[in-house]
């Protein structure tokens, strides 16, 4: 792993951390792979060189490059592509200062992986130092600097309570993130309530400490719950960013047709942005940008708003961001030479924001608890086959012979500040007979089993949801119920719970071979509805079948990693997380 100490870099250099991973015979080669916001991702071979690879060695604490691969000669990776036409000029100290599309904007596909191979003389005096540790971030904010704080202990993201939580507290955790000191400490959950663990309570720093894991915190007390989770909002200097971008012709100051100031011919002019591909990652950064909140809608036709769009010329187009970018500049676009096909007239590119948003996580614990499988005969399988939710091979098999089945029930949460409500409107809902509800949702979640290296072994898509209020913490009355056509979504507070015994609520696993696997979930996977924090919309476990059993475990939200091996545990303890599995027998 690479560890550079990072104090000389300008301070809105990304933190990462390298590695060389994938299908290798020695420990110098492999697959590039990049750790950057609680997630390892894989870097494009699109631009690559070997003054690149220089980098990367150097950084990984290798004397040279030798030599370095395209097209995923190491394997496919899996997880976020970080980096895309990179180009170093071999000087640089680290990766993240090379010439890139920014941080998490790429189209490649994980068989353009980049690998490379390193000399086997080490830098004299390179010393491996844990940059990683310890890890915290913010979630949940609206605006930079902003959101509920979490830190990484034993491999698993946590909160802190609010118990004594002080503004001297806050500013310890600003600094630490590269913001000024703190403008309010907020407590009570005011911006959502996290999952997993309370890791500490009753903090109180002197303010002089480098990392709010070094304050003194009480680790005797417990009974905290999240609805006392601890959050900040940092002061931020003022970046200019705001200034270069308008909302124009909505009905209120949150929403509108997005216009940019951009240079033509050495003058500043306004212009529109073009909607081909433009999404809901892309308008949370213009919301964001603008200070105003989180994206609630995306919109590719603003014909409907006022205003002479036609006078208004095109000045960005093919824009695709990651939603982490502090401005639309920094999203992969078009430069000098625009295509918009449909003209940037009645279909320019507008948003609409709001100061909350819902935020969905799932309850690894209720996966882990209900897992099993069933062996089902065909004939009763006959809806699940009509809704595309068993292995193609299904159609092959007669109706007095059985499919396998993985069951398990998943129980949503919506812990954000707002409820999550689908975005199609009940006019297109659809009836599903085996489930005798309307579904409000095409795509809600999707369910997979994997191998160990990422390739995809089986699938259970599931094709879409009723959402309701299954049940909610006490003193919240539920809102949502899918019975007799009624409203759909999830209140705040609460959470729908879709039992092991329904159709679909499976995958399919009649074909797989006995193994090691990855069992994964991922909801609102389209990012169709809009949400505070994405990243805790995947759910991962560890799951291990002998042909006649199966074991789900280490079932944990986000993408942390799992270790396999024992090696992996000692060069990366804070990374992830060691496993001993159940016998089998």
Request: aromatic letters at 10%.
């Amino acid at each position: 792993f690479s560890s550079l100490k990072r104090s000389y870099l300008p301070p809105d250099t990304p933190r990462i951390q390298l590695r060389l991973a994938g299908d290798k015979r020695k420990h110098n080669e492999g697959r590039v792979e990049v750790f950057y916001d609680g997630e390892w991702g894989t870097v494009c071979d699109d631009d690559f060189s070997i003054h690149s690879a220089q980098v990367v060695c150097r950084e990984l604490g290798y004397l040279e490059a030798v030599s370095w691969s395209p097209s995923s000669k190491y394997g496919k990776g899996e997880g976020r592509i970080w980096f895309d036409n990179v180009q170093c000029t071999g000087k640089e100290k680290t990766l993240a200062l090379c010439m890139s599309n920014g941080i998490g904007v790429s189209d490649c596909k994980h068989t353009e992986d980049v690998g490379v191979v390193c000399s086997d003389k080490r830098i004299p005096g390179f010393k491996f130092i844990n940059t990683m540790q310890p890890l915290v971030r913010l979630r949940g904010g609206a605006i930079v600097g902003e959101g509920r704080v979490e830190v990484l202990k034993n491999g698993e993201w946590g909160t802190i309570c609010d118990d004594n939580w002080s503004l001297l507290s806050a500013t310890v955790v600003c600094r630490e993130l590269g913001f000024g000191s703190a403008k309010e400490a907020l407590s009570g959950g005011r911006l959502g309530q996290g999952m997993g663990p309370v890791h500490m309570n009753e903090v109180k720093c002197s303010g002089f400490e480098k990392s709010v894991t070094e304050c003194f915190f009480n680790k005797e007390s417990l009974g905290c719950s999240h609805e006392e989770d601890a959050a900040v909002t940092c002061n931020v200097p003022a970046m200019g960013f705001q200034e270069r971008l308008r909302l124009s012709g909505g009905r209120n100051p949150y929403e509108g047709r997005v216009e940019a100031l951009v240079e033509r011919n050495g003058s500043l002019v306004w212009g529109t942005v073009c909607s081909d591909g433009w999404g809901t990652m892309e308008a949370m950064v213009v919301c964001r940008q603008l200070g105003l909140g989180f994206a609630s809608n995306a919109f590719q036709e603003t014909w409907y708003w006022p205003g002479e769009v036609s006078a208004d010329p095109v000045v960005m187009s093919g824009v695709r961001c990651s939603g982490t970018e502090m401005s639309l500049s920094h999203c992969l676009h078009h430069g000098a030479h625009l295509t918009c096909p449909k003209g940037g007239g009645r279909n320019a590119a507008g948003v609409s924001c709001s100061e909350t948003a819902p935020d969905l996580v799932l309850n690894p614990q209720v996966v882990e608890q209900t897992t099993y499988m069933e062996d089902r005969p065909m004939f009763m399988l006959q809806c699940a086959y009509e809704e595309n939710c068993l292995s193609t091979t299904s159609s092959k098999t007669p109706a007095n012979s059985y499919r396998r089945l993985l069951r398990f029930s998943s129980q949503i949460h919506n812990n954000g500040q707002s409820d999550f409500r689908p975005k199609a409107g009940r006019h297109s809902w659809v009836w599903h007979d085996c489930h005798r509800h309307y579904h409000s949702m095409e795509v809600f979640t999707h369910y997979d089993l994997l191998s160990l290296n990422g390739t995809k072994v089986a699938e259970g898509h599931k094709a879409s949801f009723c959402l309701e209020d299954t049940d909610c913490e006490e003193g919240i009355e539920k809102r949502y119920e899918c019975a007799n056509f009624g409203e759909q979504g999830i209140t705040v507070g609460c959470w729908d719970t879709y039992r092991h015994d329904i159709d679909c609520q499976w995958i399919d696993i009649t074909d797989i071979k006995p193994g090691d696997y990855i069992f994964q979930v991922f909801i609102n996977p389209n990012y169709e509805v809009p949400e505070s924090d994405y990243s805790n919309n995947l759910m991962k476990c560890r799951c291990r079948y002998d042909g006649h059993r199966i074991w789900m475990y280490s079932c944990h939200n986000g993408k942390t990693m799992v270790c396999h091996n024992l090696c992996d545990c000692f060069t990366s303890e804070i990374l992830c997380y060691c496993i001993v599995p159940q016998p089998l027998s």
